[in-house]
Nanobody
Framework: QVQVVESGGGLVQAGGSLRLSCAAS????????MGWFRQAPGKQRELVAD???????NYADSVKGRFTISRDNAKNTVSLQMNSLKPEDTAVYYC????????????????WGQGTQVTVSS
C-alpha cells in the first residue's frame, strides 16, 4: 500500500520559519504531483503549494514569496520551506500526493497525510 506521512510542524513565533517534509512510500509506480494543503479552524481546506514530477510549481497567493516547495523525486519526498510566518498561517497542514500504485496501474489516486499542526504566535 501507499502511505504519505508529514513531519516538521510545531510552534513558531511570527516572522520565524519552519520546514515541513512529506514522504510517500509503498508500492509506488509513479507520482504525478505532491503538495501541501492547510485547514484552519472555521475555514475550508486550501491548496498552499504543489509541485509536479517535472518541477512545475503552484502557490497560493497568500504564501507567494514566503513559502518554497521542493521535491526529491528519487526519494519520493516533498518539502515546504515556510519563512516569514504569520499568525494567519496557523493551520493543520496536510501533504497530498497524486500517485499511481504499481498494483493498480490503470488508475491514480489521491493520498493524504495525517496532518501536522503549525501554530504561529504573535
Amino acid at each position: 500500500q501507499v502511505q504519505v506521512v508529514e513531519s516538521g510542524g510545531g510552534l513558531v513565533q511570527a516572522g520565524g520559519s519552519l520546514r515541513l517534509s512529506c514522504a510517500a512510500s509503498g508500492s509506488i509506480f509513479s507520482i504525478f504531483a505532491m503538495g501541501w494543503f492547510r485547514q484552519a479552524p472555521g475555514k475550508q481546506r486550501e491548496l498552499v503549494a504543489d509541485i509536479t514530477s517535472g518541477g512545475s510549481t503552484n502557490y497560493a497567493d497568500s504564501v507567494k514569496g514566503r513559502f518554497t516547495i521542493s521535491r526529491d523525486n528519487a526519494k519520493n519526498t516533498v518539502s515546504l520551506q515556510m519563512n516569514s510566518l504569520k499568525p494567519e498561517d496557523t493551520a493543520v497542514y496536510y501533504c497530498h500526493a497524486i500517485i499511481t500504485d504499481r498494483s493498480r496501474l490503470y488508475s491514480t489516486n489521491d493520498y493524504w497525510g495525517q496532518g501536522t499542526q503549525v501554530t504561529v504566535s504573535s
